[in-house]
C-alpha cells in the first residue's frame, strides 16, 4: 500500500485568494488524482494528475480554476484559484496501487471567508 | 439515475452484530469495486477490493460482487464499536480510470 501526505491540513482563506495543497507518496506511482468532497457528500474526482504532461480535469472543472503540477512520481500540487465561499470543501490527492486500488492522503479541510 | 446508489444510513448496530452493506450501480461495464472506511475528519482507508464476482474475505470483512444484478455488498463480522464510520463504495471501468464513489453509509456500532 501507499502512504500518502498532504499539506496543509486545513486553512482558512479569504475570498479571492490562492491556495496550493501539496500531496506527497512514499513511492513512485504513476496515477495520481485529486478529489474534491463537499460537506456531507461523497467525493467527486477533479482531474488526474499525469507525469510529464498536462493535468486531465473532468466535467465542470478547468485548469484556470484548480492548476495542477505533477514534477516527478511521488509528488503532486493542487492549486485552488480566486477562491470563493463555494469552494469550501476538503480535497483530497489519491495515489494508484499496483492492482490498480486506490490509497488517499488524510485531507486539506478549506474554509473560505 | 445516479451511476452507483448506496443507502445513506445511518445504520445503528449492537456490538458483535454482522452488518451488510450495499451498493447498485446501473453501468454493467464497471470492473473495479471497492470499499473505503472513513471516520469523521479523516481521509478514505481502503478496506477491499475486487475485480470480479465472487466473494473476497480478509478478517471480519467480506465483499461480495454480483455482476450479473450489478450489485456489490461489504459485510462486517462481530462488529465493534471501532467500526463506526462512513463506509463508501467504490467502482471503476478501467484500471486507470476514475473512481465513482456512493454517497456513503454511516454506520454505528453501539457496545
Known amino acids: 500500500s501507499a502512504v500518502i501526505s498532504q499539506k496543509p491540513s486545513r486553512d482558512i482563506c479569504q475570498r479571492g485568494t490562492s491556495l496550493t495543497i501539496q500531496c506527497q507518496v512514499d513511492?513512485?506511482?504513476?496515477?495520481m488524482f485529486w478529489y474534491r468532497q463537499q460537506p456531507g457528500q461523497s467525493l467527486t474526482l477533479i482531474a488526474t494528475a499525469n507525469q510529464g504532461s498536462e493535468a486531465t480535469y473532468e466535467s465542470g472543472f478547468v485548469i484556470d480554476k484548480f492548476p495542477i503540477s505533477r514534477p516527478n512520481l511521488t509528488f503532486s500540487t493542487l492549486t485552488v484559484s480566486n477562491m470563493s465561499p463555494e469552494d469550501s470543501s476538503i480535497y483530497l490527492c489519491s495515489a494508484q496501487g499496483a492492482n490498480y486500488e486506490q490509497y488517499f492522503g488524510p485531507g486539506t479541510r478549506l474554509t473560505v471567508t | 439515475q445516479k451511476e452507483v446508489e448506496q443507502d445513506p444510513g445511518p445504520l445503528s448496530v449492537p456490538e458483535g452484530a454482522i452488518v451488510s452493506l450495499n451498493c447498485t450501480y446501473s453501468?454493467?461495464?464497471?470492473?473495479?469495486f471497492m470499499w473505503y472506511r472513513q471516520y469523521s475528519r479523516k481521509g478514505p482507508e481502503l478496506l477491499m477490493y475486487?475485480?470480479?464476482?465472487g466473494n473476497k474475505e480478509d478478517g471480519r470483512f467480506t465483499a461480495q460482487v454480483d455482476k450479473s444484478s450489478k450489485y456489490i455488498s461489504l459485510f462486517i463480522r462481530d462488529s465493534q464499536p471501532s467500526d463506526s464510520a462512513t463506509y463508501l463504495c467504490?467502482?471503476?471501468?478501467?484500471?486507470?480510470?476514475?473512481?465513482?464513489f456512493g454517497t456513503g453509509t454511516r454506520l454505528q456500532v453501539f457496545p
Open positions: 513511492s513512485q506511482v504513476t496515477m
Open positions: 467504490a467502482m471503476s471501468l478501467y484500471n486507470t480510470d476514475k473512481l465513482i
Open positions: 475486487t475485480y470480479s464476482s
Open positions: 453501468n454493467s461495464a464497471f470492473q473495479y
